[in-house]
């Protein structure tokens, strides 16, 4: 329950929400307490590594879990709780007020229909309109996003068309009925580099088109700092920073931001400078042991880290926290500061040659 | 061929690019300079499908066979219940089929017993494909224990011995004028469960794919799921199946009027062409061989017509038939 007030802007609202799936093995918790407020027309950009929980957590939003799938929490879009809500309930909601961009446009339209008649599906799902008024606004929308020649690719198949054009119809479709929430699941993973810019133009493009908030869900950092207003850094499941994306880029407080961050290649960077690796891998989530699931992979871990999992707590200025027990002692830290690369490999290729010009203590902020 | 290209500033590429098909003498504008024409996906399927030589051999035999036995039936002098005076009487200018021992013209008959036979065939086709495209899809969808009672009763039906069981609910029907639409009715009762087995396998892997939880993304309900996105998705093994069917029903069909149950005379169909000819098949051949080879003929041309349909239908089918 919330004052109209508080509301007003905060379309959706993410509170403690935690996922699990029962399996052989156990209680895999592929969320564990994830809460973020998105406001209208914000982007938030969630990043984090493969199995970090980010997917899930916007699968969760759109209820599109399988019924296996506990969750706790709540989700609550313009004040309504989605969480428990029927399927009914969410039929209305999802395409018209939270539509979604998956990642693979190769998989994520119908191979057997054109991808004018799947715009004007979606249309049609939630509007009263005629079928040619449908295909009309679809035209209207393809060539919105960019789709070249919209009034005649509106009737090619989606395997006649590139990936690049298959993300912007997939776009189209999202935008179609002018949501509020747009949830876009890594958009431009399975896209070759060359047109993931094109692409994050028209998602661009949509989501000033319609007004919507978005959430951005990618572990590409650089799209991250183009598009994103916010940052919601993920680890194991859990929110580990959060802040505006000037605060995780030039002011980081965690150890594993500052490990994405080292791990990004600059085009700044002097060439001796290596990139930096964060060894190891993720902890299973099944049984995670108790304390901050970072420790074994954190450069500054200390037994306290082992003990007790630090909460999400603000550093510095309001809206950005960070989970770590050390974060004041962070502040002005930078990734060859905490990380080195030490695997073995790294050594062999070191040139020792090289002039160190551009030594890590030189180098600029990030971009 | 107007020239279009500007002197400002499009950049090397619009320079370069002359029109390969500069030799349509559409007067296009700038942009229509570069398009390829648009082949809509009706004429890419008729494409795809007049490339499979065999097949449009097999569609031409097969409308052959319709027009033989429906039009044929029509303009032909004798009918398939008219004695002639001709008894037993071999190929000929007069009969090309010969006649049987009670002087009736064979190649009406087998114009009559082809009518029947596809009839019959189209029907149990239809109406199996239709049955067992909602109930495999229904099952496949909603998996877990709806689908595995519906699963369960599939089998059992399955099971049951096709030509016993319609032989048996055939003598119940009697010999009514229109027992070939109840012969049509036992069949598909008996065959769409191999339809819907087919289909549900489909949809078990589909309704995983990512479109479809795109669908359900936008709001999209169960039914549209299924009939929009699921059932257009299976159509290539269906069709498949369903010539498989109709094959299935003419010999099914054939084979319970060689034994007595299926078509019962005045009426004839060439499975009971054949029966009847059986205690002939050395004095007098062409009773067995003509209705023996249409039966042959339809069978061959509609598995063949299907194998080509299968190729044309599948817009996700790259590979190129030389």
Redesign the interface.
């Known amino acids: 329950m919330s004052t109209a007030a508080t509301t007003g802007e905060e379309v959706l609202v993410v509170e403690d929400l935690t996922v699990s799936f029962p399996t052989d093995d156990g209680l895999v918790q592929a969320v564990r307490g994830v809460s973020y407020r998105l406001r209208e027309r914000e982007i938030l950009g969630i990043v984090g590594e493969s199995g970090s929980g980010k997917s899930v957590t916007s699968m969760a939003i759109m209820g599109l879990l399988p019924r296996s799938a506990r969750i706790t929490g709540s989700i609550r879009f313009r004040g309504q709780e989605l969480v428990g809500l029927r399927e009914s309930g969410l039929n209305k909601l999802r395409g018209s007020k939270i539509a979604m961009i998956f990642q693979d446009p190769m998989t994520s339209l119908n191979p057997v229909h054109t991808v004018g008649y799947q715009v004007a599906e979606a249309i049609l799902a939630h509007n009263d309109v005629s079928k040619a008024q449908a295909r009309r606004r679809a035209v209207e929308l393809l060539d919105t996003v960019g789709v070249p020649n919209a009034g005649q690719r509106v009737d090619s198949y989606p395997y006649e068309l590139s990936g690049g054009v298959r993300q912007r119809v997939v776009i189209a479709i999202a935008m179609a009925n002018k949501p509020d929430v747009i949830i876009a699941d890594e958009p431009t993973t399975a896209l070759d580099v060359t047109v993931q810019a094109q692409v994050l133009d028209a998602l661009r493009t949509a989501q000033q088109e319609t007004g919507a908030a978005m959430v951005l869900i990618t572990h590409d950092l650089g799209v991250v700092a183009g598009q994103a207003d916010r940052v919601l850094v993920m680890y194991a499941g859990k929110p580990v920073e959060i802040g505006d994306v000037e605060d995780i880029y030039y002011r980081p407080r965690m150890p594993y931001t500052l490990g994405l961050l080292g791990s990004v290649p600059r085009l700044d960077a002097s060439r001796s400078q290596r990139l930096l690796p964060i060894l190891g891998s993720p902890p299973s989530l099944v049984n995670l042991p108790a304390g901050c699931p970072f420790t074994p992979r954190c450069p500054i871990a200390q037994d306290r880290c082992e003990r007790e999992e630090p909460p999400l707590v603000t550093v510095t200025s309001h809206p950005h926290r960070a989970a770590c027990h050390f974060s004041q002692d962070l502040a002005g830290v930078r990734p060859h500061d905490l990380f080195t690369s030490t695997s073995a490999d790294a050594r062999t290729e070191d040139h020792p040659g090289r002039p160190s010009a551009g030594e890590p203590t030189g180098e600029g902020d990030l971009p | 061929m107007p020239s279009t290209q500007p002197e400002e500033d499009h950049g090397p590429r619009a320079v370069r690019v002359t029109p390969t098909r500069g030799v349509s003498a559409r007067p296009a504008g700038q ?1 229509r300079e570069f ?1 390829v024409e ?1 082949r ?2 009706g004429r890419l399927i008729l494409r795809r499908f007049l490339r499979h030589k065999l097949a449009v051999a097999s569609l031409v035999v097969f409308v052959a066979v319709v027009l033989f036995a429906f039009a044929g039936a029509t303009l032909w002098h004798y009918s398939y219940d008219q004695l002639t005076p001709d008894i037993s009487a071999p190929p000929s200018l007069r009969h090309p089929f010969g006649t049987d021992s009670t002087g009736i013209d064979l190649m009406a008959m087998v114009m009559r017993g082809t009518q029947r036979s596809l009839e019959i065939a189209l029907f149990v086709a239809l109406a199996a494909t239709c049955v067992g495209t909602v109930y495999g899809a229904i099952a496949g969808y909603y998996r877990g224990v709806s689908d595995t009672l519906m699963m369960r009763f599939v089998d059992l039906v399955l099971t049951f011995p096709t030509i016993a069981v319609a032989a048996i609910l055939g003598a119940q029907v009697g010999t009514s004028a229109g027992s070939w639409f109840f012969i049509g009715i036992i069949l598909a009762a008996l065959t769409w469960p191999i339809v819907a087995r087919v289909v549900r396998g489909s949809v078990l892997s589909l309704r995983e ?3 479809i ?9 169960d039914r ?1 799921i299924i009939f ?2 699921l059932v ?2 299976v ?1 290539g093994p269906v069709i498949v199946s369903v010539t498989i069917l109709v094959a299935a029903a003419i010999l099914s069909e054939t084979g319970l009027s060689f034994i007595g149950f299926g078509v019962r005379p005045p009426d004839t169909s060439l499975g009971l062409l054949v029966s009847q000819a059986q205690t002939a098949v050395s004095t007098r051949p062409w009773l067995f061989y003509f209705p023996g080879a249409f039966i042959i003929l339809i069978v061959l041309s509609i598995n063949f017509i299907g194998d080509g349909l299968r190729d044309a239908f599948d ?2 089918q ?1 590979r190129v038939r030389s």
Do not use: C, I, V, Y
Request: net charge positive; charged share 25%.
């Open positions: 942009d398009t648009a809509s996906q794919k990512e479109f939880e795109a669908a359900r993304a936008l709001g999209a309900r549209r929009g996105h257009p998705n159509m817009p996700t790259t």
